[in-house]
């Protein structure tokens, strides 16, 4: 294994940037703490001839590894140098009584303001393999994101054969203008957003772009290797395919989840999801270099970046043969932009691996039953203006049963535990759409929805079964949805309207795949269950950011369990105020 993971201690980085007490990997033990500090500070990049000023994390774009071992306690401290309100969120982090750590801006804390500092602290229990950390505030997670590694406990093993070496590999979306002008003004405007200007791999575009052939990832291997490559999606508002040329990976883990193995040519992966495979090289030198490329899926109406990004895979010669520049390069065969049959057929080969070592704990019993209908909608521009929607008296909005969740201001969680609502939040959300219709037919004639701060409760330990249902009232959207706080089940998902009383005679409760983020398909619905044994305020949301940004959310809250270690804590002193 690598020992170039993280910096040395004695290197001025680590010293100023705050990693000195975590160790290199084969030193990693488990059930240490390990400390990280995350300086949020403006950085100079150049990238497609722009040069820009972003909000990186200590310098870094993409931003430093998050390491440790399952059982680890991370504390990380945040200090905001930038004028720009920030928060980190520890996407799939399961945060057992720990949601004070978790990071969404006004759901479980006030945003980090300029010149303040905030320490997160939390505990990796039951978990191992690779998540993802990025700001949880409008636009911001457009740079400042990057890669949280879970290595298993000392003296366990990858269930699949270890790795020669691995690699992170993420997914970003790059814009030649800053990402919170471009939002803001969509939002003045009712409009759809600019889109982005690029994809990237691991911060750099590649050779497909103007200006950018030398701005390219490269990843270079020996033959008869196995690499672990951690895949994650970062990019704002795209799902993306990927695919490397003449070579096929081994899908091994899903969000943190170990899976049964399956071989694929080129694999869907969605903003929040995290992906590691592996991949076999080939027993002898090739003559040759191999693209890696990704570019977007895409189901729905209006503009979007349909560019590719591309890396290079490329084989170390053996020292009897020099270097050529002028190998051939091969390129990848990549599905069309709008391939649902072939994300349906590779989205169904996903399983929980469900053995004694780790079992797929699906709750049988469901407590209580909800049904959920999600997607793009309209509201009226305010009165003696013009909007840029789909009409020039309409502006995009988007909701959950009719409900576009507006952030409060000021914190859920913090109005929730001390008994201080005062209007922050109500708790009536809607359990099924207050008016059903042909959620993936015609539209109705009004399709304004209502807006609103509203939740729903749950006793601790319910079992939830939600089917989440895709409507196509302004077009019929894949929408990937995040569930903070816990890990899900997907036990059903199909094509057309839901039918409650055929489609649950074919729920998978034996091995479900277990995953924190998953693609309610276009035109269709996902049916998932889990268990609220994790006390706080979580939020749901699309993790395309535009849909979050007009209103595509909600929030659960849990009470606290009757055990000590089931109840949520106090807030630390220095949460932050808003």
């Known amino acids: 294994m690598r020992t170039s993971y993280l ?27 390990r400390h990280y500090t995350f300086n949020i500070m403006y950085q100079n990049v150049t990238r497609l001839c722009h040069t820009r000023s972003i909000i990186s994390v200590n310098g870094q774009f993409p ?64 978990q191992r393999g690779t998540l993802l ?8 997670r457009a740079t400042l994101y990057g890669p949280i590694i ?54 750099l575009p590649g050779p497909l772009y103007n200006c950018s052939s030398q701005d390219t990832f490269k990843l270079k291997v020996k033959p008869g290797k196995t690499y672990l490559l951690r895949l994650i999606n970062a990019a704002l508002n795209d799902e993306l395919f990927f695919s490397i040329a003449n070579h096929s990976v081994t899908i091994v883990e899903a969000d943190a989840i170990y899976v049964k193995p399956f071989n694929t040519d080129k694999l869907l992966i969605s903003p929040g999801q995290t992906t590691n495979v592996l991949l076999k090289t080939k027993p002898y030198f090739p003559n040759a270099t191999f693209l890696m490329e990704a ?27 020099s270097s050529s520049k002028n190998l051939p390069l091969f390129k990848p065969t990549l599905p069309p932009i709008n391939a649902t049959s072939f994300v349906a057929n590779f989205t169904s080969k996903f399983r929980s691996l469900a053995n004694a070592k780790y079992p797929a704990n699906v709750p049988l019993k469901v407590d209580k039953k909800f049904f959920f209908a999600l997607g793009l909608g309209t509201n009226p521009c305010p009165k003696n203006t013009t909007c840029q929607g789909p009409t020039n008296t309409t502006k995009f909005a988007a909701s959950v049963n009719n409900v576009s969740f507006l952030l409060p201001s000021t914190a859920i969680l913090q109005a929730y535990f001390f008994g201080q609502n005062n209007g922050v939040y109500t708790t009536d959300f809607p359990v099924n759409p207050p008016t059903p219709f042909n959620y993936t037919g015609m539209p109705p004639n009004n399709t304004n929805i209502s807006n609103g701060t509203s939740t729903v409760v749950l006793p601790f330990n319910t079992s939830v079964e939600l089917v989440m249902q895709g409507t196509s009232i302004v077009s019929a959207e894949s929408h990937p949805l995040h569930l903070h706080g816990f890990n899900f089940f997907v036990v059903g998902i199909g094509s057309g309207n839901y039918d409650p009383n055929k489609d649950p005679k074919n729920f998978n409760l034996v091995d479900p795949v277990e995953r924190n983020t998953a693609g309610v398909p276009a035109g269709g619905w996902i049916a998932i269950r889990f268990f609220a044994d994790n006390p706080g305020v979580w939020f749901m949301h699309c993790h395309l950011d535009v849909h979050t940004s007009w209103g595509l959310k909600m929030a659960w809250i849990v009470l606290d369990g009757p055990l000590p270690n089931q109840k949520l804590p106090p807030p630390p002193s220095d949460l932050p105020k808003c």
Not at 133 to 140: I, K, R
Not at 163 to 176: A, D, M, Q
């Open 150 to 203: 879970i290595y298993p406990k000392h003296n366990e093993s990858y269930p699949f054969p270890k790795p020669h070496r691995e690699i992170p590999i993420l997914f970003g979306e790059w814009f030649n203008v800053d990402p919170e002008a471009i939002i803001t003004q969509a939002l003045q405007t009712g409009a759809g957003p600019n889109v982005s200007d690029a994809y990237t791999i691991n911060g």
């Open 63 to 126: 931003g430093p590894r998050l390491v440790a071992r399952e059982g680890d306690r991370v504390i990380v401290k945040v200090v905001n140098h930038v004028s720009n309100n920030v928060t980190i969120h520890w996407h799939g982090v399961r945060q057992l009584t720990s949601g004070w750590a978790d990071g969404p801006a006004y759901i479980t804390q006030c945003p980090i303001q300029t010149g303040q500092s905030y320490t997160y602290n939390f505990t990796i229990i039951g």
């Open 295 to 321: 570019r977007p899926y895409f189901t729905g109406m209006g503009t979007i970046d349909n560019s590719t990004t591309a890396g290079i895979l490329q084989y170390k010669p053996p020292s009897n043969l």
């Open 133 to 140: 950390w990025h700001a949880h505030v409008s636009w911001l």
């Open 7 to 33: 910096p040395s201690c004695a290197s001025m980085a680590a010293l100023l940037f705050g990693f000195c007490l975590v160790s290199l990997l084969p030193e990693l033990a488990a059930g240490i703490t």
